[in-house]
């Protein structure tokens, strides 16, 4: 029983962040119909950016810390959130130059120039990351300590609850923002017809923009959420975009809901196939995608091409 | 707006002069001239690609200009971008409708009026108005527009446009695919639109629909202008007749 919570919790945070990173990757699908192969780098942008705040934020409190290992303290009070904005603010702007440099050039046309011009932008993100940061990982302290809970038996990290439930507000929220708003509702529009959306006087291209700064902030804020559980490094976010990737493949990438119920199932199975046999995750974890995608080519809840009209 | 006091023929309200337009090398429309006088009708009516649609994108600003001019109320819009052109007041109605299938009939037609930037009494007063022109869409505000019947996407799509609160409205094949008693329909409500005052442009395959509501008319045959007339002038047309109209009209 303790096993089962302890394998649920830590699931459920580690789906959190592919759920969110999911998320991400379909927010771009939908609105531009192309994807940010450098995600992985701005997850690893954002632990680095985070924990960089904090070091900053303790020093200026008096304390003389030690990067790769900041103290508890570091991340306390109001620390950890100010991280989160300033994570936010940088990697939005992020968003905004790699639509202007790698998919503006190439949007509404035929070929995948995106895709090597995405890379290449990433390689270049971790590259300075490298230079700034050096290639060690980073201990990063929870803000609510790191000490393990013992509840019914299961020892659980409060950083795990965190990201659960942080993740969690931030795509309901999204999601109610997308359904009710009128940007919302307009970016949904993009999404299913520019040309049409444009007539009804949305600048689409602003949309686009919008789209990309809001999934790159979401990929920074899932890497400075899974940072305490996991450690800081500059190639922590390649995985993680990976997975994330392949749980919006299973739920559909057109679909932002398919998306994060992907990024939830890809959290549980991973940590419940790795209890039983650690070294069995990875091929359990693709060999049910490759089963998934090869019964339901557009994901579990992705629209088939043929419903549409 | 046009001076009441020139003693000279208004300028009309749209004005498309000398117009090409091209898919990459394939020229679709060649040095087309059409006039559209405030709170008239007029029919553009042509085979299957003979540039209607193609003619009506450029004027929403989906398709840039290879010659030519388009003015609105006198001033050149041909380099406006789409998403800048509906708030000049032009609107339009797609082929096929283009409705957003996963947003509700009532989204859809608050989208229309994203450009205006309504309070949500005056969006909802707005929507009201459109329930009042096709009371179908009332009983469906609420469902996804995917859900509708092909003559309520068309009614929809009307409605969205009108939601622009347009001073010109271009409909692209409003009968495309409709059943004749809805066909019927959405004309009655062309009619009603005419008759309030709005100026439309109207883009048909059911040439004799058209032309009988149309004031003036055009006929476009593989991207040129080959005749023009009132709609009774062309309706009459032995040319006409034998070729959109078929036998039997």
């Known amino acids: ?309 | 707006m046009t001076s009441p006091s020139a003693s000279s023929a208004p300028a009309p309200l749209l004005e498309v002069q000398g117009v090409s337009l091209a898919y990459g090398p394939i020229v679709a429309v060649r040095d087309v001239s059409i006039a559209v006088p405030a709170g008239s009708v007029v029919a553009i009516v042509g085979a299957n690609g003979a540039g209607k649609t193609t003619l009506l994108k450029a004027i929403c600003g989906l398709l840039p200009l290879s010659g030519g001019s388009i003015r609105l109320d006198g001033a050149d819009i041909s380099t406006l971008a789409a998403h800048k052109r509906v708030g000049c007041g032009i609107a339009l109605s797609p082929e096929g409708r283009q409705v957003f299938p996963d947003q509700t009939v009532a989204d859809n037609l608050e989208l229309g009026a994203y450009w205006r930037n309504l309070s949500q009494k005056d969006l909802d007063a707005a929507v009201e108005e459109q329930f009042a022109i096709f009371p179908r869409l009332k009983e469906r505000r609420n469902q996804p527009s995917v859900t509708l019947s092909g003559g309520e996407q068309q009614m929809l799509a009307i409605g969205r446009a009108l939601m622009a609160a347009p001073r010109l409205l271009l409909l692209d094949e409003p009968s495309l695919g409709l059943a004749p008693l809805i066909i019927k329909d959405i004309f009655k409500a062309i009619v009603r639109l005419r008759d309030s005052g709005m100026t439309i442009l109207l883009v048909e395959q059911m040439a004799n629909l058209a032309l009988a509501v149309a004031d003036t008319a055009y006929v476009l045959e593989n991207g040129r202008v080959t005749m023009t007339g009132t709609g009774q002038e062309l309706l009459r047309d032995p040319k006409v007749r034998a070729a959109y109209l078929g036998a039997g009209h």
């Open chain 1, 1 to 309: 029983m303790s096993t089962l919570l302890q394998l649920v919790v830590s699931g459920l945070a580690v789906g959190g962040v592919y759920a969110l990173i999911a998320l991400s990757f379909s927010i771009t699908f939908t609105t531009t119909k192309t994807l940010n192969f450098a995600q992985g780098e701005f997850v690893a942008a954002g632990a680095f950016l985070g924990v960089t705040v904090l070091y900053l934020l303790a020093k200026m409190s008096g304390i003389a810390p030690n990067f790769a290992s900041l103290p508890v303290s570091a991340s306390a009070g109001v620390n950890y959130p100010i991280a989160v904005l300033a994570v936010g603010v940088v990697l939005g702007v992020l968003g905004l130059l790699i639509f202007l440099a790698a998919i503006r050039p190439f949007a509404g046309q035929s070929g995948m120039n995106w895709v090597m011009s995405t890379i290449g932008f990433g390689i270049i993100v971790q590259s300075l990351g490298l230079a700034i940061w050096g290639p060690a990982p980073v201990n990063v302290p929870s803000p609510l300590g790191d000490d393990v809970i013992r509840i019914m038996g299961a020892g659980i990290r409060p950083q795990e609850i965190l990201v659960f439930v942080v993740a969690l507000v931030l795509m309901i929220g999204l999601d109610q923002v997308m359904r009710r708003s009128r940007i919302g509702k307009a970016m949904r529009a993009v999404a299913a017809n520019p040309q049409v959306a444009a007539l009804m006087g949305i600048n689409v291209t602003a949309m686009m923009i919008g789209a990309y700064a809001l999934s790159s902030v979401l990929a920074g804020i899932g890497g400075l959420l899974i940072a305490p559980i996991t450690s800081a490094s500059l190639f922590l976010g390649m995985g993680i975009a990976l997975k994330a990737f392949s749980g919006a493949i299973v739920g559909g990438l057109d679909n932002p809901r398919g998306c994060i119920f992907g990024g939830f199932l890809l959290g549980l199975l991973e940590s419940g196939v790795a209890l039983w046999n650690a070294q069995w995750r990875e091929i359990v974890i693709f060999g049910l995608i490759i089963a998934v995608l090869a019964i339901r080519p557009n994901g579990l809840f992705g629209a088939r091409s043929l419903d549409k009209v």
